[in-house]
């Protein structure tokens, strides 16, 4: 009994897509599917957990760089405050952006598929590292930390010209930048109270 209701199942389904117009619907229907599921994998991709990962990335590298900015002040206002005539010392600084990472690159030349010998070009793809847990990144080679844009320089001994000149050279030679970047000034009587 059960092999027959099988059986009259089995008929009537070879029997409805003998169909020419049911074939095509079902071949339709697999197709939009298919291409539902490419499409949502495609927006997912781009929507759904980036703008967490990336608010927290620009979160965590913007605490990197204030902390940076904090060291490189500290460091200045340390030395400066030691050079003779000096005195109390205060430093601002600027940056220019965040620090970039350099990545690891493999270059190779295409012979554009035997098609045509005489034109090359370099193509480069970066190299991934894949870690225990499945994830992959790329091969990271050094962390380029953001440029000096600007140094304010306010000291007690900035009116006096000799001192000036010593911290002019120090802040230069220590950060290598230019001396159009430095702006050397004497401490008012305010902030000394």
Do not use: H
């Amino acid at each position: 009994m059960e092999e027959d209701k099988r059986g009259i199942l089995k008929e009537k389904l070879c029997g409805l897509f003998r169909e020419e117009k049911v074939k095509k619907i079902v071949i339709a229907l697999g197709i939009a599917g298919i291409a539902l599921i490419f499409i949502s994998n495609f927006f997912a991709g781009k929507t759904g957990g980036n703008n967490a990962r990336d608010s927290t990335a620009s979160a965590e590298s913007s605490g990197e760089l204030s902390e940076y900015k904090r060291s490189i002040e500290n460091s200045l206002r340390d030395i400066i405050s030691k050079i003779d005539g000096a005195g109390r010392t205060e430093i601002f600084l600027t940056l220019d952006n965040g620090s970039e990472n350099v990545y690891a690159l493999n270059r190779f030349e295409d012979k554009n598929g035997g098609e045509d010998r005489s034109e090359e070009s370099a193509k480069s793809e970066y190299f991934s590292l894949r870690s225990s847990d499945g994830g992959e990144a790329g091969m990271l080679l050094k962390v380029m930390e953001p440029e000096v844009r600007g140094v304010v320089v306010v000291c007690e001994g900035g009116g006096d010209a000799v001192t000036k000149e010593r911290v002019l050279e120090a802040v230069t030679k220590s950060l290598n930048i230019s001396s159009a970047r430095v702006c050397i000034t004497k401490l008012s009587q305010q902030t000394e109270e």
